[in-house]
Nanobody, 122 residues
Framework: QVQLAESGGGLVQTGGSLRLSCVAS????????LGWIRQAPGKEREFVAG???????SYADTMKGRFTISRDYAKNLVYLQMDNLKPEDSAVYYC????????????????WGQGTQVTVSS
C-alpha cells in the first residue's frame, strides 16, 4: 500500500508558474508509477502526467510543453512543474500511484492523495 500527500497548490495569475510536490510513503512506494490527475468543478478527473519507476514520462496532450513531471527516487517525491498557467488549469490536483501507466487514464491509479487546489486567475 502507498500513502500520498500533496503540497504546493495555491492562487496564481495567468501565465504564472507553480510547482506541486507529493511524497509517497510505504514499503513499496518506489516500485510504483506516480502521476498527477486533476479535477475541475463539474468535470471528470483528467490525467495530467505520469512517471514510471524507471523514469519514463507521459503527458496529456494539452499539457505537453507547459507541465513537467519529475521524481526524486531517494526521497520518494514526485513533482509537477506547471508553467504558463491558464484559467482552465484551475482544478484540484491529485497525486496518485499505479502499477503501470498505459492508457493515461485516472482508472489506472489505485492509490490517491487528498488533493491540492490550484486556482489560476485571469
Amino acid at each position: 500500500q502507498v500513502q500520498l500527500a500533496e503540497s504546493g497548490g495555491g492562487l496564481v495569475q495567468t501565465g504564472g508558474s507553480l510547482r506541486l510536490s507529493c511524497v509517497a510513503s510505504g514499503q513499496t512506494a518506489s516500485a510504483y508509477a506516480l502521476g498527477w490527475i486533476r479535477q475541475a468543478p463539474g468535470k471528470e478527473r483528467e490525467f495530467v502526467a505520469g512517471i514510471t519507476s524507471g523514469g519514463d514520462t507521459s503527458y496529456a496532450d494539452t499539457m505537453k510543453g507547459r507541465f513537467t513531471i519529475s521524481r526524486d527516487y531517494a526521497k520518494n517525491l514526485v513533482y509537477l512543474q506547471m508553467d504558463n498557467l491558464k484559467p482552465e488549469d484551475s482544478a484540484v490536483y491529485y497525486c496518485a500511484a499505479a502499477s503501470w501507466i498505459i492508457f493515461r487514464t485516472p482508472n489506472e491509479f489505485a492509490y490517491w492523495g487528498q488533493g491540492t487546489q490550484v486556482t489560476v486567475s485571469s
